[in-house]
């Protein structure tokens, strides 16, 4: 398995105003997943990271309000640009070292907007 | 796109009792997830499914990939306190992220 942590684990901001979420696994992987939780809802994805490319973002989600990083294969940072209060949500990161199946999962960055 | 249903939504049983969940798909999937999450933390892998018709355990849970390709049901035998949360399916096609169902929230009373 890969340990996945992440910074900050929560924060409370103003409205907009940006936040960089961070993510680092404890060992190399082959792809990393940022996906969002509103509260009590199911995760859906934000994007891939692509390490040294540009993110490849899921419809409904777009680079300039979710900028996405990866520089090398332990780590990610997201964005959430400009935000409002319905940006309130867990960001959450994964992992996975093979190109399919398994992925494992940080836990989470709780965001609110105030 | 892609959407999971899963049911049941929630299930109140007793210590003691076996729990089953499933996940059906209007599309096919090459691999099947099942996740546990508890309050304030992240989703944690329970069992992966990678091929159609496998049938896979791990200690008290059980779960299986769909013939069809475009379901799977997860089973948890003798329930304990310690299982309570949400589980979530979730379908991966190919080396995209993952579609998770809406989550089955599982109550044990005492």
């Known amino acids: 398995s890969a340990v996945i942590s992440q910074k900050p684990s929560r924060d409370i901001c103003q409205r907009g105003t940006s936040l960089t979420i961070q993510c680092q696994v404890d060992s190399q992987v082959t792809m990393m997943f940022w996906y969002r939780q509103q509260p009590g809802q199911s995760l859906t994805l934000i994007a891939t990271a692509n390490q040294g490319s540009e993110a490849t973002y899921e419809s409904g989600f777009v680079i300039d309000k979710f900028p996405i990083s990866r520089p090398n294969l332990t780590f990610s940072t997201l964005t959430v640009s400009n935000m409002s209060p319905e940006d309130s949500s867990i960001y959450l990161c994964s992992g996975s070292r093979i190109s399919v199946g398994t992925q494992y999962f940080g836990p989470g960055t709780r965001l609110t907007v105030l | 796109g892609q959407q999971l249903n899963q049911s049941p939504q929630s299930m109140f049983i007793q210590e003691g009792e076996d729990v089953s969940m499933n996940c059906t798909s209007s599309?096919?999937?090459?691999?099947w997830l099942w996740y546990k999450q508890d309050p304030g933390e992240g989703p944690v892998l329970l069992i992966a499914l990678y091929k159609a018709g496998e049938l896979t355990s791990n200690g008290r849970l059980t779960a299986q990939f769909g013939i069809t390709r475009k379901d799977s049901f997860l089973n948890i035998s003798a329930s304990i306190p310690s299982d309570v949360g949400i589980y979530f399916c979730?379908?991966?096609?190919?080396?995209?992220?993952?579609?998770f169902g809406k989550g089955t929230h599982l109550i044990i009373q005492p």
């Open positions: 599309s096919i999937f090459n691999t």
């Open positions: 979730a379908g991966q096609l190919e080396t995209d992220g993952l579609t």
